[in-house]
Structures are given as structure tokens and as C-alpha cells.
């Protein structure tokens, strides 16, 4: 099953000696992480490989086993999501990336605003809608990988540079996801990752060390935003240079309590639960395999949601909107709370 490289390395460079036909996209690319992220003004169209919504998910299994596929991939989408459309328009524009998808997998849409009846794994019927906020697709594009058995075997919520797609497509279908986790499995292809920590972006939000961020003892006045980066980190560079630096943005996160950590170094952290620990262990605990994640946590050291994907500027609106509105308060979840704002 595997196309890309045993050794796991995901940089372009890489990619063009092992398959000289790819035309291979430059990761660094600003349209990758700084594209306008407002609701579409004309519905997306899904490729024609997609599987025909039956939504009958039982019977899509049985025809994995039969064509002898490594699994089943539920994708979570909306018709007007900018995310979503750079999924289908850039990743799955890629020959290599569909054809091995394509070899692997048979891929079944949702849509999380749909009424139409599922029939999912267990044999449960439920809509779509129910279907998606029980699977807590908060952001979409979510892809939710199934091995041939049905067993969940990785969730990616929201969009993903082309390179983190291929590396998951290969996790699962070459079943790695039973041996070790999708962050360790990344590290081992991205050479950043083993670099020494480099400099990280400021700002002047950011609360200074020491990082002790215990919550148990005496409940904070306020929410936590604890955004895990790191150094030559282009998407960190485009969060700051474009989204963080909008007035309304920075408004929000004046309301929060806000710390930077790079996920990558050993600065001793107290977290929010309490436990003595560092950065990185945090981040491997956690199971951070993208930077920037932004993760958001209440007055008591719980985490609210987090955003472990590409972000722009109206999705963390929307997020940090949820978080200052006290929405999360009385146990409605983000995707909860869409609904009842949009219905």
C-alpha cells in the first residue's frame, strides 16, 4: 500500500526524486494558511470519486472488504466552508494524493447541516446533523479514518497542508495508527521537528514565564488561550502576520488569559489541571501534531476546544465569539452552539 518514502519524509525535495511525474506544491505557500475564510458565495461541488451519500455506513464497509481497501474515510463538510474547499480544490487536485486515496479508501460524505438518515457503524440511525455533533466534527473539513474493521483509527478536524493529508493517508492504511501515534509518526518525516526550538513570533497579549497555569486550586477570573507553536514555522508566521494582527482579533484576546509555549522545548509548565510538566510533554500528552494549536480552557483548568488546524480570521472569530459570550458555560459545545445560531 505504501507510495510515499519508508524513511517518512514529507519535504517536497524528497517527494520530486520519488515520484518525478508530481508536480510537487510549495508547502510555505501563504494561499495554504492565510486564504480568506468567509463562507463561500457558491456551493462547493464534490469530486466524482466520492462515494453516492446512501449513507448506509455498515454497507460502505462491506464494499471496502470486498474491493480488498485499507479503510473507510467519513468526510464532514459544508457546502459554503472555504476550508473545505481547499481541501477538494488544492489537496484533492494533487494526482498522487487521489490516487492513493482513491486505492485505499472509499471516501463518504456528511454534510453537518444535513436531515437525511445515516446508518452508522454500530447500526444506529441518526441524521446527519446528529451524526456530526455527536462525532464533534467542530470544524469541517473533518475527516474521520476507519480501518476495514470499522475500528476508528485517526481524526483530522479541520484543513491540513497537503503533505499532513499524505502523511495521514499512509498512517492509516499502512497501519502505523495501531503502534504509535500520529504526532510520533510525523516527527519521524519533518525534519523541523528535531530541530533545536528557534525564536517564536511575539506579541503583546502573551503573558511572560514561569508557565504556572494551575487552575485547581483557585478558579481564574477569566478563560486560557495557551497557543502551542514553534520556530520556522510558516503557518505560525501567517497566523501572526494576518490574523493576529486584526484589531477585532486582538480585541477578543485581550479578554483572555494568553500564553505562548513552543511545543517543542522543555520550559517547565505547570498546566491548567495542575500536573508539573514541560512544553513538549505536554504537547506529546495532548497529542499536537500541527502548529499553531490553539487551545482554549474555562475558569477551572477544563478544556473548552481547540484548534489544532489551519485558522483564519472568521473561524477564530467565531471561536473566541463562542469563548466571550460564556457559551461554553453551561455544557454546549462549539458545534452546539452553531446550530442554535443558525437555526
Known amino acids: 500500500m505504501t507510495l510515499f518514502a519508508s524513511t517518512h519524509r514529507w519535504a517536497c525535495s524528497l517527494l520530486v526524486l520519488l515520484l518525478p511525474a508530481l508536480a510537487c506544491e510549495a508547502t510555505d505557500d501563504d494561499e495554504l494558511y492565510g486564504f480568506d475564510d468567509y463562507p463561500l458565495e457558491e456551493p462547493l461541488t464534490y469530486p466524482d470519486w466520492f462515494?453516492?451519500?446512501?449513507?448506509?455506513?455498515?454497507?460502505?464497509?462491506?464494499?471496502?472488504?470486498?474491493?480488498?481497501?485499507?479503510?473507510?474515510?467519513?468526510?464532514?463538510?459544508?457546502?459554503?466552508?472555504?476550508?473545505?474547499w481547499k481541501l477538494i480544490n488544492v489537496n484533492f487536485a494533487?494526482?498522487?494524493?487521489?490516487?492513493?486515496?482513491?486505492?485505499?479508501?472509499?471516501?463518504?460524505?456528511?454534510?453537518?447541516?444535513?436531515?437525511?438518515?445515516?446508518?452508522?457503524?454500530?447500526?444506529?440511525?441518526?441524521?446527519?446533523?446528529?451524526?456530526?455533533?455527536?462525532?464533534e466534527t467542530n470544524f469541517t473539513p473533518s475527516l474521520l479514518f476507519y480501518d476495514e474493521s470499522g475500528t476508528p483509527a485517526l481524526?483530522?478536524?479541520?484543513?491540513?497542508?497537503?503533505?499532513?493529508?499524505?502523511?495521514?493517508?499512509?498512517?492509516?492504511a499502512d497501519d502505523h495508527f495501531r503502534r504509535e501515534s500520529f504526532r510520533d509518526y510525523l516527527a519521524r518525516g519533518d525534519?523541523?521537528?528535531?530541530?533545536?526550538?528557534?525564536?517564536?513570533n511575539e506579541a503583546d497579549f502573551f503573558s511572560p514565564p514561569p508557565y504556572d497555569l494551575d487552575r485547581t486550586k483557585v478558579p481564574a477570573k477569566r478563560p486560557l488561550a495557551v497557543f502551542f507553536e514553534q520556530g520556522d514555522c510558516?503557518?505560525?508566521?501567517?497566523?501572526?502576520?494576518?490574523?493576529?494582527?486584526?484589531?477585532?482579533?486582538?480585541?477578543?484576546?485581550?479578554k483572555l488569559d494568553s500564553v505562548q509555549l513552543d511545543m517543542w522545548s522543555n520550559t517547565p509548565v505547570v498546566t491548567p489541571s495542575g500536573e508539573?510538566?514541560?512544553?513538549?510533554?505536554?504537547?506529546?500528552?495532548?497529542?499536537?501534531?500541527?502548529?499553531?494549536?490553539?487551545?482554549?480552557?474555562?475558569?477551572?483548568?477544563?478544556?473548552?476546544?481547540?484548534?489544532?488546524?489551519?485558522?483564519?480570521?472568521y473561524r477564530l472569530s467565531s471561536?473566541?465569539?463562542?469563548?466571550?459570550?460564556?457559551?461554553?458555560?453551561?455544557?454546549?459545545d462549539f458545534q452546539t452552539w452553531r446550530v442554535r445560531r443558525a437555526f
Open 94 to 135: 494533487l494526482e498522487d494524493i487521489v490516487t492513493y486515496t482513491r486505492r485505499n479508501f472509499d471516501v463518504v460524505p456528511i454534510d453537518i447541516w444535513g436531515i437525511s438518515e445515516v446508518t452508522d457503524l454500530d447500526g444506529q440511525v441518526l441524521t446527519e446533523r446528529e451524526l456530526a455533533l455527536r462525532d
Open 155 to 172: 481524526r483530522l478536524r479541520g484543513y491540513y497542508p497537503p503533505y499532513q493529508l499524505r502523511a495521514a493517508l499512509e498512517y492509516v
Open 51 to 84: 462515494e453516492d451519500p446512501f449513507l448506509d455506513l455498515p454497507a460502505e464497509l462491506e464494499d471496502v472488504k470486498a474491493a480488498d481497501k485499507a479503510g473507510l474515510i467519513l468526510y464532514f463538510g459544508q457546502r459554503r466552508c472555504a476550508y473545505c
Open 234 to 254: 510558516h503557518a505560525c508566521d501567517v497566523l501572526h502576520g494576518q490574523t493576529l494582527s486584526d484589531l477585532k482579533i486582538l480585541a477578543e484576546l485581550t
Open 276 to 313: 508539573h510538566t514541560t512544553a513538549r510533554d505536554w504537547a506529546d500528552e495532548l497529542d499536537l501534531f500541527y502548529a499553531p494549536s490553539l487551545l482554549f480552557f474555562d475558569e477551572r483548568g477544563e478544556e473548552i476546544i481547540r484548534v489544532a488546524s489551519v485558522v483564519g480570521f
Open 191 to 200: 525534519n523541523r521537528m528535531v530541530f533545536e526550538p528557534g525564536e517564536l
Open 319 to 332: 471561536v473566541l465569539d463562542y469563548i466571550n459570550t460564556g457559551a461554553y458555560k453551561d455544557g454546549t
